[in-house]
């Protein structure tokens, strides 16, 4: 498309880099800030900025964080003995927003895949190790995608925290509630009753 | 949503103002940018500034533009005398990319909308008639939308530039090129028989 001015198509291009974001929603989005306030737009531009540029990661879980230490991982009421293990910033948003789970987390920040390049060292697995170590974990949930991939990564890392007394274990597979048993793909029911649990299990019940 | 950081929660926040971005989506961008280098997330926040800070409107025509006057206004291969009336700088933007206008524009920023408290004075509708004045302009096409307040408009103005020897035309009303007949809405149906033109003026030809 034809801009008649330079500025605009500078931002129109700089939004169309963002992901679902074409050409049209871009200009519809420039339009929109242009009749803001400058104030207004100022303070969007300078957010989007400081947070690329301020944010840290956490030291122990490599969540984000403002601080060095997450506010998970420096809440005194959370339980630092029970790690989850997550591939991203977005699992942990996902679990938060549950508002069941008072354990702590530990961000992968991906999965063990050869074919996209990623092998174990480019993950922050010898941190999670050196957690274990230190003799403060008593749990780890594996919370990873249940694929191919995932699968490589739990077993990876259940070898490499067998030694030290730490029990694994895994955020359940099966149907979900709401679905349908005749849609369910096969793997998934075979393997639900496969795992099944005493009823009483499913009852909601506040969390311990 | 709980966000384990202020920065993050801060831009999410930023962008759910923006039309059509909800808060999952907006998380999605931020996780996006996050991922790129500062640099690159610099220069998207700084354009966004720039572009609302700097930008201009054509003296002439309103139309946005880096300088006092617009790329088109400034352009002298272009034909002053025949000026197009749009509501808004993106209808200037649609009309530029058909490629075929090789026209002037007069952006009147809206249209007479007494509902919403938008009178004549609101709009650019006294540059428009300064224009006319000054003898310049021989055609003003209409090309503002087909409502009542679009016509309202069209009536307003024609009866302001009445006695100035600018002819007066709109852009053709009909049924799309490619639209079915049957599908088309009846006031657009008996007018499209009524305003009828000899076959050969539907031809696609090279525009004068």
Same mark, same amino acid.
């Given at each position: ?34 009749? +803001? ?6 303070? *969007? ?11 840290? *990661? ?15 991982? $420096? ?5 630092? &003995? ?22 702590? !987390? ?23 190790? +050196?957690?274990?170590? $230190? ?20 077993? !990876? ?9 730490? +029990? %694994? &274990?895994? %955020?359940?597979?099966?149907?979900? *509630? ?13 393997? /639900? ?5 005493? !009823? ?5 019940? /506040? /969390?311990?």
């Amino acid at each position: 498309m034809k801009y008649s001015s330079k500025l605009i198509a500078d931002a129109v291009a700089e939004f169309t880099k963002l992901p679902g974001i074409g050409e049209k929603t871009a200009l519809r989005l420039v339009l929109h800030l242009l009749k +803001q306030d400058t104030e207004k737009v100022k303070n *969007f531009g300078e957010a989007v900025i400081r947070m690329r540029a301020e944010v840290k *990661f956490c030291k122990t879980c490599h969540n984000v964080s403002d601080n060095d230490l997450c506010d998970i991982c $420096a809440n005194p009421h959370r339980d630092h &003995t029970t790690v989850c293990l997550v591939e991203t910033i977005r699992d942990v948003i996902a679990i938060e927003n549950t508002n069941i789970y008072r354990g702590a !987390y530990h961000v992968l920040g991906g999965i063990i895949s050869p074919i996209d390049g990623i092998g174990p060292e480019k993950l922050n697995i010898s941190s999670l190790i +050196q957690r274990a170590e $230190a003799g403060e974990v008593k749990e780890v949930i594996m919370a990873l995608s249940p694929t191919i991939e995932g699968d490589t990564t739990i077993f !990876y890392i259940s070898k490499k925290l067998r030694d030290l007394n730490v +029990q %694994i &274990t895994s %955020i359940a597979r099966g149907i979900s *509630f709401g679905g349908e048993l005749e849609y369910t793909d096969e793997m998934t029911l075979a393997r /639900s009753i496969a795992t099944r649990l005493p !009823y009483e299990n499913y009852l909601v019940k /506040s /969390s311990g």
